[in-house]
Structure formats: C-alpha cells, structure tokens
Antibody, heavy 123, light 108 residues
Framework: EVQLVETGGGLVQPGGSLRLSCAASGFTFNTYGMTWVRQAPGRGLDWVSIIDPSGTYTYYANSVKGRFTISRDNARNTLYLQMNSLRAEDTAIYYC????????????????WGQGTLVTVSS | DIVMTQSPATLSVSPGERATLSCRASQSVSSNLAWYQQKRGQAPRLLIHDASTRATGIPARFSGSGSGTEFTLTISSLQSEDFAVYYCQQYDNWPPYTFGQGTKLEIK
C-alpha cells in the first residue's frame, strides 16, 4: 500500500524558514515525480511545486518561486520542501502527493495524497 | 495560466438523487482533467482521471464526461458518504497545475 506521511509543520514567524518532509513507502520512490499542494484554511487547493524522479527538474508556482525549494532523497524515500522568507499568506496545510505515472508518463494527475502538515505563519 | 472555474459553488441535493457538477477551463485541456473528492479534515482523493476514467476502487455511481473546455462530474443516487467538496484539476498545460475553486455538495 502506498503511504505518504508529511512532517515538519508548525508555527513560524513572518520571514522565517521551515522544512517539510514527506516519507514515502509502498512504491518505487525513485521512479515517480512528486509534488506539493497546499490548502489555506477554508480555501481550495493550490499547487506549489513538483520534482522529477531523479531530482534534476523542478517547477514552482510563481507565488513561491525564489522562496521555496523542492528536493528529494531517493536513498531515504523522502521528499522535502524548504520554505524560506515565509509570509502570512503561506499559512496552509501542505500535502505531498505522488504523480500517478512513473517516469515521464503522461499520467500527470496526483494519486495518492498524504494527510498533510499544517504550516502557520504568524507573529 | 489555465483558469479552472467550477459551478455551482454549493449544490444541495437529497440522498438518492443525482448530482451534476461542472468544470470549465479557460482554454482547451483536451481530456487532461481529474476530479478529486475531499471530505472534512481529510486529504483529497482521486475520483476520475483523463476526464472520464474512474480511479481504482471508485464506485460506478461516479462518472465523468467532457473534453476541451467543458467537463461534468455526475454522481447518480447520492449516498451519505458522497457529501463533500469536489475539485477539478487540469494537467494538460503545466506548470502550473491548476485546480477549480471547488463545489461543496451538501445534503438538502
């Protein structure tokens, strides 16, 4: 069974940093792209970033470009999101999800999703 | 960026009845569209991909249709566990991947 478990959320002051982790199991981690999607309280889903299986290619939403860095450790089956220069508007539950298809597959939807970790940016 | 617009924002339907949710893309996304269900306090769950293909384990009462810019999620004979928020997402032209704002399906 595929499992994704996010950790690392918490309360941080504006301008601060936080690193989220997503521990993956139940599939061959190094053959799938992985993504982060966030959801502000009471709001909809907002795509943040995606990384290819090898970690070579990364893409970001304009709202986080230059502040967030996605990475992965395939030896540890773990996905990361380094978040710097945090703003109040970054407050959200952050979900990691697996891209459905392996490698460069056209199966680009997200399945499954982890349970999420809450990031609160406030002074 | 492709903008996804869902309607209605809230849909009130009685158990056992049919629900029809709409999703419109600002430009064609071919059939590269997914639907997700999110229950309160839970992560989103994939229902439909490629506009009309049910994900593994999804009941047959869920069906998706459409292509290009107009899409529909239909839930026939609503069960109590179906009352949730539903999101559409395009994965045709990325980045960014974009989601609709969601339709809340509530009990009438």
């Amino acid at each position: 069974e595929v499992q994704l478990v996010e950790t690392g959320g918490g309360l941080v002051q504006p301008g601060g940093s936080l690193r989220l982790s997503c521990a993956a199991s139940g599939f061959t981690f190094n053959t799938y792209g992985m993504t982060w999607v966030r959801q502000a309280p009471g709001r909809g889903l907002d795509w943040v970033s995606i990384i290819d299986p090898s970690g070579t290619y990364t893409y970001y939403a304009n709202s986080v470009k230059g502040r967030f860095t996605i990475s992965r450790d395939n030896a540890r089956n773990t996905l990361y999101l380094q978040m710097n220069s945090l703003r109040a508007e970054d407050t959200a539950i952050y979900y990691c999800a697996k891209k459905a298809g392996a490698g460069s597959s056209s199966s680009r939807w997200f399945d499954p999703w982890g349970q999420g970790t809450l990031v609160t940016v406030s002074s | 960026d492709i903008v996804m617009t869902q309607s209605p924002a809230t849909l009130s339907v009685s158990p056992g009845e049919r629900a029809t949710l709409s999703c419109r893309a600002s430009q064609s996304v071919s059939s590269n569209l997914a639907w997700y269900q999110q229950k309160r306090g839970q992560a989103p769950r994939l229902l439909i991909h490629d506009a009309s293909t049910r994900a593994t384990g999804i009941p047959a009462r869920f069906s998706g249709s459409g292509s290009g810019t107009e899409f529909t999620l239909t839930i026939s004979s609503l069960q109590s566990e179906d009352f949730a928020v539903y999101y559409c997402q395009q994965y045709d032209n990325w980045p960014p991947y974009t989601f609709g704002q969601g339709t809340k399906l509530e009990i009438k």
